[in-house]
């Protein structure tokens, strides 16, 4: 049972390239989000989804698309990649939303995606 | 604006030591507040969930405490282990039906032998 899984776990683009990070759930949870982390900062919610089909902005979703064409997969593309995007970027998901009541989120181990 | 607040920044102890972790937050209305572990390289893991009824919460050697009337929680780790090194982060959402929650930076904690 792997949870959220993130591919790939690492990666180097040049400015101005393309590149589509993929997370895959196996829990059948209905909500997932993308974040990023960077140093001596919490983690910022890029986008995210509540649902196959659906997907909403977060706190910095400028430079990101996302799709959810299937409920198990959560797909975050760079469409030209900048420097200021180089961090470390995590996918989760949850059951339900997470202002209502207890719900779990459940994160991947992350992409570690430098942009020179 | 909802705000997180973790201290310390870092804190270094020694194996078998017990250790407070602190969380202020300005998240309003409030609905609940998880603490997460992040190993180094690692996604994070959590930890307790509380919800505003819940003052105390445990998850074997780990217990948090939420006041909800000052707004503040903290993280109790006892008898350190080495594997306790990490990042521990306090998060807050809100009831207001965002479903963006107020992450805090983390406390860097590192457990020497």
């Known amino acids: 049972n792997a949870g959220v899984t993130q591919t790939p776990k690492f990666r180097v683009l040049k400015t101005g390239q393309s590149m589509t990070l993929l997370c895959a759930q196996d829990?059948?949870?209905?909500?997932m989000y993308w974040y990023r982390q960077d140093p001596g900062m919490g983690l910022r919610l890029i986008h995210y989804?509540?649902?196959?089909?659906?997907?909403a902005k977060g706190e910095v979703p400028d430079g990101y698309n996302v799709s959810r064409l299937k409920k198990q997969n959560f797909l975050l593309g760079l469409e030209s990649a900048a420097p200021s995007q180089t961090s470390v970027y995590f996918c989760?998901?949850?059951?339900?939303?997470?202002?209502?009541?207890?719900?779990?989120?459940?994160f991947g181990d992350g992409t570690r995606l430098s942009i020179l | 604006k909802n705000q997180v607040e973790q201290s310390p920044q870092s804190l270094i102890i020694l194996e078998g030591k017990n250790c407070t972790l602190q969380?202020?937050?300005?998240?309003?209305?409030?609905?609940?507040l998880r603490w997460y572990k992040q190993d180094t390289g690692r996604g994070p893991v959590s930890l307790t969930i509380?919800?505003?009824?819940?003052n105390t919460k445990s998850n074997g050697r780990y217990t948090a405490t939420l006041d909800a009337d000052t707004k503040q929680s903290s993280l109790h780790i006892t008898a350190s282990q080495l594997s306790d090194s990490a990042s521990y982060i306090c998060?807050?959402?809100?009831?207001?039906?965002?479903?963006?929650?107020?992450f805090g930076r983390g406390t860097s904690l590192i457990v020497h032998p």
């Open positions: 989804s509540v649902g196959e089909g659906t997907t």
């Open positions: 829990m059948n949870h209905e909500y």
């Open positions: 989760a998901n949850s059951y339900g939303a997470l202002g209502k009541g207890g719900q779990p989120q459940h």
């Open positions: 969380c202020n937050y300005t998240v309003s209305p409030f609905s609940n």
């Open positions: 509380m919800t505003f009824s819940e």
């Open positions: 998060v807050v959402s809100s009831s207001g039906g965002s479903y963006i929650p107020t």
